[in-house]
Structures are given as structure tokens and as C-alpha cells.
Nanobody
Framework: QVQLVESGGGLVQPGGSLRLSCASSRRIFTINVMAWYRQAPGEQREWVATITSSGSTNYADSVKGRFTISRDNAKNTVYLEMNSLKTEDTAVYYC??????????WGQGTQVTVSS
């Protein structure tokens, strides 16, 4: 079992930056895949970025070149650095941990609002 806690959300202006954190109760290098998802009002939850235990990363086209996912194994924390934020990025952002054949865990989410 894994508990995930997101933090770092808030209100920013278009073009601004924000860094989200996801603290895990389990050593993240033992988890196959960690990811960020987001859900805007009235929309389906969508995948944003992924980082594997080997360090491989992938991004949704909508955030590619603007967002960076990273990890700090010593702190058992995954980060999402968001730059050049747009109003379309407004959503609740969720941390996800997946261990194939074992489990799939979610945090409670953190609100990101991009508005002028």
C-alpha cells in the first residue's frame, strides 16, 4: 500500500511557473511507474506525465516542452515543474503510483488555477 500527498498548487498568472510535489510513503525507486494526471471542471481526467523507476519520462502533447517531471529518491518525492502556464492548464492535479499486478494508488489532488 502507498499513500501519496500532493502539494504546491495555487493561483498563478498566465506565463507563470509552479512546482508540484508528490510525497510517497513508499520508496519510489521500488514503484514501477509514477505519474501526474489532471482533471478540469466538467472534463475527464487526463494523463500529463510519467516517470518510471529507470528514469524514463513521457509527456502529453499539451504540456510537452513546458512541464518537467522529476524525482528525488532520497526524499521519496516526485515533482512536476510547470512553466509557461496557460489558462487551459487550470485543473486539479493528481499524483499516481502504479505497480503492475500489485496496485494503483492516487493522491487527493492539488488545485492549480491559472488566471489573470
Amino acid at each position: 500500500q502507498v499513500q501519496l500527498v500532493e502539494s504546491g498548487g495555487g493561483l498563478v498568472q498566465p506565463g507563470g511557473s509552479l512546482r508540484l510535489s508528490c510525497a510517497s510513503s513508499r520508496r519510489i525507486f521500488t514503484i514501477n511507474v509514477m505519474a501526474w494526471y489532471r482533471q478540469a471542471p466538467g472534463e475527464q481526467r487526463e494523463w500529463v506525465a510519467t516517470i518510471t523507476s529507470s528514469g524514463s519520462t513521457n509527456y502529453a502533447d499539451s504540456v510537452k516542452g513546458r512541464f518537467t517531471i522529476s524525482r528525488d529518491n532520497a526524499k521519496n518525492t516526485v515533482y512536476l515543474e510547470m512553466n509557461s502556464l496557460k489558462t487551459e492548464d487550470t485543473a486539479v492535479y493528481y499524483c499516481n503510483a502504479r505497480q503492475g499486478g500489485t496496485g494503483d494508488w492516487w493522491g487527493q489532488g492539488t488545485q492549480v488555477t491559472v488566471s489573470s
